[in-house]
């Protein structure tokens, strides 16, 4: 069964750093990537996802995530983020059903 | 994308009742799954939801606490039964699946059980 870890739980950083937060899944065929972020108190959205071709995907917000075949990755980059993208993002992956990570909880300094 | 209505939005339940929550789409869809969100976590699968059988559950869940109904391809419900304090959560249906598919999530429903 495919399964979606992400390597960190909680990171705070102050404004304008750059964010990379890691992913990786684990399915040997073909799957469907994803990155979703939850604003506190607010649905699940989508940021971006890969299916297939360029992978290097840019997404709403500014971010971006690259999928790295050979190393089952698909980590999310923002070169520099805002107060405003504290929130919480999943990573997940989909064959039939969208597996989802377990979140990494970003604080954003002022 | 398929949208998707889900009702209710929010519920304040006794223990020991059960509540049945319904997911509406716009179009057919093949694939249909319900989700829970426990307080500060991730997404966790419950089961597909399958036109004309029975639900496939995942580890941990079963039929006779979540049990769900797939009347058609546009519709289904999740039933929380025998409820206490532990299934407060916010509960999702989504639709899609398949490759080079898309998801679409419903809004929630918000859960708490006193």
């Known amino acids: 069964a495919q399964s979606v870890s992400q390597h960190n739980h909680h990171v705070i950083l102050s404004e304008a750093a750059s964010l990379e937060l890691g992913c990786n899944y684990s399915y040997g065929g073909t799957v469907n990537l994803f990155w979703y972020v939850q604003y506190p108190g607010q649905h699940l959205q989508l940021l971006l996802k890969y299916f297939s071709g360029d992978p290097l995907v840019k997404g709403i917000k500014g971010f971006e995530a690259e999928f790295i075949k050979s190393k089952f990755s698909f980590n999310l980059r923002k070169p520099s983020v805002q107060w405003s993208d504290t929130a919480e993002y999943f990573c997940a992956a989909a064959v039939r059903e969208i597996i989802f990570g377990k979140g990494t909880r970003l604080h954003i300094l002022p | ?114």
């Open chain 2, 1 to 114: 994308s398929a949208v998707i209505s889900q009702k209710p939005s929010r519920d304040i339940c006794q223990r020991g009742t059960s509540l049945t929550i319904q997911c509406q789409v716009d179009s057919q869809v093949t694939m249909m799954f319900w989700y829970r969100q426990q307080p500060g976590q991730s997404l966790t699968l419950i089961a597909t939801a399958n036109q004309g059988s029975e639900a496939t559950y995942e580890s941990g869940f079963v039929i006779d606490k979540f049990p769900i109904s797939r009347p058609n391809l546009t519709f289904s419900t999740l039933t929380v039964s025998n409820m206490s304090p532990e299934d407060s959560s916010i509960y999702l249906c989504s639709v899609g699946g398949g490759i080079n598919y898309g998801y679409t999530f419903g809004s929630g429903t918000r859960l708490t059980v006193v």
